[in-house]
């Protein structure tokens, strides 16, 4: 297994469009395995694979508390195909957008269907922390992120803060090869 690297806003990848996953061989199975190391090592409840580069429909979660209780969900293809009416509003963060947490509201509750690891169709109902992870997660295969729930002011200046950040870190990088290169 390997830890891989997540992309974080303004990323134009995590814009993409996520295309369905056609047979579940060894290669999607390693890359199961890895989207799971690389989210508990964040630590994270929920990874797409559009957050580490992939744009396949592949979504790993897990709510689990605890180290010891570990239950990890391998979600492939999924789909909501039912919501409730009743909304409930969580503190939501992302690990593409780093330290940065706002309360967003979705339905309380949604049944999903998915295959799973082995490739066999599943229903799951879910609530709760659950249903928004998952809700959150499947955002993310339509190169949504949970940012696009807030309103747009909200949403402008978190974009414009990261945007800043990554300008300023690859400013930083040309320097650093700037001082290397003046070293050699
Ligand atoms: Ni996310």
Not at 47 to 56: E, F, M, N, S
Not at 95 to 105: A, G, I, K, N, R
Not at 125 to 134: F, K, P
Request: with cysteine.
């Amino acid at each position: 297994m390997a830890l891989l690297p997540i992309l974080t806003l303004p990323d134009p990848r995590l814009r993409i469009v996520s295309k369905p996953v056609e047979s579940i061989d060894a290669e999607i199975q390693r890359l199961l395995d890895d989207m799971l190391e690389t989210m508990y090592e964040a630590p994270g409840v929920g990874l797409a694979a559009i957050q580490v580069g992939a744009p396949k429909r592949i979504v790993v979660i897990d709510t689990a508390k605890q180290e010891e209780d570990r239950s990890p969900l391998f979600l492939i293809n999924p789909e909501i195909i039912w919501a409730s009416e009743e909304l409930s509003t969580y503190n939501e963060g992302c690990l593409s957008v780093p330290e940065y947490y706002e309360d967003v509201q979705r339905p309380a509750r949604v049944r999903l269907r998915h295959r799973d690891r082995k490739g066999e169709l599943q229903e799951i109902d879910a609530e709760g922390l659950l249903a928004t992870v998952i809700q959150h997660e499947l955002d993310h295969l339509e190169g949504g992120l949970f940012i696009d729930h807030l309103s747009r002011l909200k949403r402008e200046r978190v974009v414009k803060k990261f945007t800043k950040a990554a300008r300023l870190e690859a400013a930083h990088r040309i320097a650093e090869q700037v001082t290397e290169d003046v070293d050699a």
